[in-house]
C-alpha cells in the first residue's frame, strides 16, 4: 500500500510502498481518509523535533488521523465505525514511567512514543493498526474533517489545565490572547471566539492586510494584532492584560514576554516546541511580576483521550463557515507534496486524503 | 505608644512615638505580642519594595503578628481572644479590582495596600487596630508563636495553587525541593517533611557546615543540597527530579534554572520578590522543556483568610523542637534591633515582643 514517510538524512515527504498491516490481537485495521498536516510534521521533516523508529529507515509521517474501522478482528469496534486514533503509546522497550503518569499524555518523554512524530509509524498510509483503547469513535458527519480532532485536543488539554491552574480561587476570565495565526492559533481562536468562556479574544500574528487569517480573525469577532507593530509585552497597555495568554507559535521569546500580557491572576499556555536559543530576558522583573501578579505558567503536550473526546463535541459546534475557511486543501495521497507547503499566503490548514470519505 | 518604623531617606528600623489607636466601628483595638522579621521587611528597609502611606514620613513595620484583643469595640470579637491579622486592605483611594478578584490576595498590587510593607502602616507598635474580617482567631496556646501563622501562610497558599495546577489529571507527588534555607525555606522545609503529601524532601542552600540550619534540614530528615556544590539545573540528574521545586530565594536565576529540577508533570512555585535582573537563558530549552516536560510554574505572593486558619492547624501540629530550632530570637520592642540583623549564622527566624505572652 502506499504511505508517506520520511527518509533518513532527507528533509521532503516521499511517497513509499509498504505492506498493509495486519491487526494483532486487541488490534483494529483502520482505512485511512484524511491525516492533517500541522506545524510538528514540518519540524520532524526539518530534524528539529522526534525521530525514526529504531533500526528503520524511514517514519511513516501524519498524527492527525481520521480513518473508518476495515476490519474490527476480535476488538468491540465495528466495521464502519468512523475513528481518530490518539497518538502516543507506551515505549516498546517497557520503560514505565512512574505510575502516578500512567496518563500516557502526562509521560516523561522518555517513556512513550509519538505515532508519526518520535519513534513510532504515523498514520499517513492507505491502513493502519492500532489497539482499540487509542481509538476514538466520532459521529459518522465529522469523517470528512475528522483530522480536526487532533488540533483540537491540544487546546483542549492546554485550556483545561490551564483552568485548573486558577481553580483555587473564583477566577472569571474575560479575555484572552492567541500568540500565533497557523493552524493552531486560528483554530484556537475560533474555539474561543465561538466559545463560551471568554468574551474578548485577540490573535496575534505579522501577516499583512489583505490576508485570510486575518479575515478569518476578524469574521470572529476577535481582533487582530499585528506583532510588528505591538510587540508581545506591549499588549497589556495597548489593548488590555489578558486573563489567558495561549502561546501557538513555537516561538521561544513569546513564553518569555508573554508574560507580561498575562493580567494578575492570569495564566499563559505553553504549545511550541523550540529549539535551544539563548537569549537575555529581565529575569528578575519576570520573576517578581510573576510573584506579585500570581500568575502561573503551564506547559503542555499531546492529549489524553478525554480530550479527544471533548474536542468532539468542539468540533461539532463549531460553524461550518468556520472549518470551511480553514480547511484550504485536501490533496491525494497520489500528490501529497501541496499538503506540506508551509509558505503559501492562500493556504490555513491542510490534509492529505488516502480514500474518499 | 512605642512603634517600629522606617523614615523616608532611612534605611535601619527605628524607635517612634505614635498615639495609641482608637479602633473605629467594624475595628477591634488588639494589644501586640510579637511581630516575626522575614525578608520582605529587609527588602522594605533597603527600599527594594513596598513604601510608605501617602504623605506620612514615615512606615510603622511588621506584617507577621500576633496580638490579644484589648476592646472588642462592636465587633463580635471577645476581649482577650488571640488573634493574627492579614496583610492586605482594599486601596484606600477606592481603586477598585475587576469583580473577579476581591479576594485580596489575588488582586493586583495597585488595588491593595500592605499593612507593614506598602502604603499602610504595620503591626510593629504596642497596639494596632484591624476590622474585624483581617482578625483571624487563633488557639490561645499558640499565642508565643502565633508571629509565625503568617509565613506559614505563604506556603499554604503556593501549595494550594501548585497542587490546583496539576489537578486536571491524578498527580501524586513524592518530591519536593525547597530552594533557599532562610527562615520561610526552612519553615516549608519543615512543613514538607513533617506533613503528608511529600516522602523525599530537599532543601537548597550555601552555607558551610557546622551550620544551624543545615542541621536543621538534617533532623528533619531532609537532604541539604550545597548550591556551590550542585548548581540548581544539576539537581534533577544529581539527586532526582521534583515534583514540586518551592522557590524561597529572590534569587532571579533560581526561577528559571529551578524549572530543569522540575520533574515532568511537576510544578515550580515561586515566592522571592526580586529587583530587575537582565541575564541570558536558553530560552528555547526552557520554553520546550515547559511543554514536553508538561510542567507548571505559579507565583504567588499574600495568603486569604483561608490560608490563615490553615496555617494555624499546620502551626500546631509542627513538633515542638522545630519551633524551638526556628525561633533563634526574640527581642523587647526596647530594644529591637537584633530582630533585624540578617548576617548572623546563629540566627534563623526572630521577632520583636511588644507585650510578654
Not at 151 to 175: C, G, L, N, Y
Request: proline share 7%; aromatic share 6%.
Amino acid at each position: 500500500m502506499d504511505a508517506i514517510a520520511l527518509r533518513r538524512g532527507e528533509h521532503t515527504p516521499i511517497r513509499i510502498q509498504t505492506p498493509k498491516p495486519t491487526p494483532k490481537s486487541g488490534e483494529a485495521l483502520v482505512r485511512t481518509l484524511r491525516v492533517g498536516v500541522d506545524g510538528t510534521d514540518i519540524e520532524v521533516l526539518a530534524g528539529e523535533h522526534g525521530g525514526f523508529p529504531p533500526g528503520e529507515d524511514h517514519l511513516v509521517l501524519g498524527h492527525e488521523a481520521v480513518g473508518i474501522v476495515a476490519n474490527p478482528n476480535d476488538t468491540d469496534l465495528e466495521e464502519g465505525t468512523v475513528v481518530v486514533p490518539t497518538i502516543r503509546r507506551p515505549h516498546p522497550d517497557g520503560r514505565t514511567a512512574p505510575q502516578h503518569l500512567d496518563q500516557l499524555d502526562m509521560a516523561p518523554m522518555d517513556t512513550v512514543v509519538e505515532r508519526g512524530i518520535a519513534g513510532a509509524h504515523g498514520f499517513m498510509a492507505e491502513y493502519f493498526t492500532s489497539e482499540e483503547k487509542y481509538l476514538v469513535p466520532i459521529p459518522d458527519d465529522l469523517a470528512d474533517v475528522g483530522f480536526l480532532v487532533e488540533p483540537i485536543t491540544i487546546t483542549e488539554k492546554a485550556v483545561e489545565h490551564a483552568v485548573a491552574s486558577r481553580s483555587a480561587f473564583d477566577w472569571r476570565p474575560e479575555s484572552a490572547l492567541v500568540l500565533g495565526n497557523g493552524p493552531l492559533g486560528l483554530l484556537t481562536t475560533a474555539m474561543f471566539a465561538t466559545g463560551e468562556r471568554f468574551s474578548d479574544v485577540y490573535c496575534l500574528g505579522r501577516r499583512d492586510r489583505p490576508d485570510l487569517t486575518i479575515d478569518m480573525v476578524e469574521s470572529l469577532g476577535a481582533t487582530y494584532i499585528d506583532y510588528r507593530e505591538t510587540p508581545v509585552s506591549e499588549i497589556s497597555a495597548a489593548h488590555r492584560p489578558m486573563d489567558l495568554v495561549y502561546e501557538a507559535t513555537g516561538y521561544a521569546r513569546h513564553a518569555f514576554d508573554g508574560l507580561d500580557a498575562v493580567a494578575p491572576a492570569g495564566v499563559l499556555a505553553l504549545l511550541g516546541v523550540p529549539t535551544d536559543w539563548p537569549f537575555e530576558i529581565d529575569g528578575g522583573r519576570l520573576h517578581r511580576e510573576a510573584v506579585l501578579g500570581n500568575k502561573a505558567v503551564v506547559g503542555s503536550v499531546n492529549a489524553d483521550r478525554n480530550h479527544f473526546r471533548a474536542a468532539v463535541r468542539t468540533l461539532d459546534r463549531l460553524p461550518a463557515w468556520v472549518i470551511d475557511d480553514l480547511v484550504t486543501g485536501v490533496s491525494p495521497h497520489t500528490d501529497a507534496e501541496p499538503a506540506f507547503v508551509t509558505d503559501d499566503d492562500a493556504s490555513i490548514k491542510t490534509a492529505v486524503e488516502f480514500h474518499r470519505v
